[in-house]
């Protein structure tokens, strides 16, 4: 069982920055595939980035270049450092890991987080 407890959201301004940590308990996050998803109201929820052994990452179109996800392995957790934050980028974000081997771009995960709000205004 892993448990993953986020923090780190608030409202930003357009073009501001945001930190999202994820403490993980239960599993170390160097030995699962860890990513980050958000939720906008009316929305699916979309992976937006993973990280997984070797520092193996994905990110999703819209992120690129903005977001970057890394672990810490002496912490156990994992951040998401979000730059240049847009209105379109105002969603609940989710932490989730998975033991199993599948393309980072998977959204299939096993254990996630309850959530944190992020909020950016225009």
Not at 47 to 59: F, M, P, Q
Not at 65 to 87: E, H, W
Request: glycine share 10%; hydrophobic share 35%.
């Amino acid at each position: 069982q892993v448990r993953l407890v986020e923090s780190g959201g608030r409202l930003v301004q357009t073009g501001g920055s945001l930190r999202l940590s994820c403490a993980a308990s239960g599993r170390t996050v160097s030995s699962v595939t860890m990513g980050w998803f958000r939720q906008a109201p009316g929305k699916d929820r979309e992976i937006v980035a993973a990280i997984r052994r070797r520092g193996l990452t994905y990110y999703v179109d819209s992120v690129k270049g903005r977001f970057t996800i890394s672990g810490d392995n002496a912490k156990n957790t994992v951040d998401l450092q979000m730059n240049s934050l847009k209105p379109e980028d105002t969603a609940v974000y989710y932490c989730a890991a998975r033991d199993r081997l599948y393309p980072l771009a998977s959204p299939d995960y096993d254990y996630w987080g309850q959530g944190t709000q992020v909020t950016v205004s225009s």
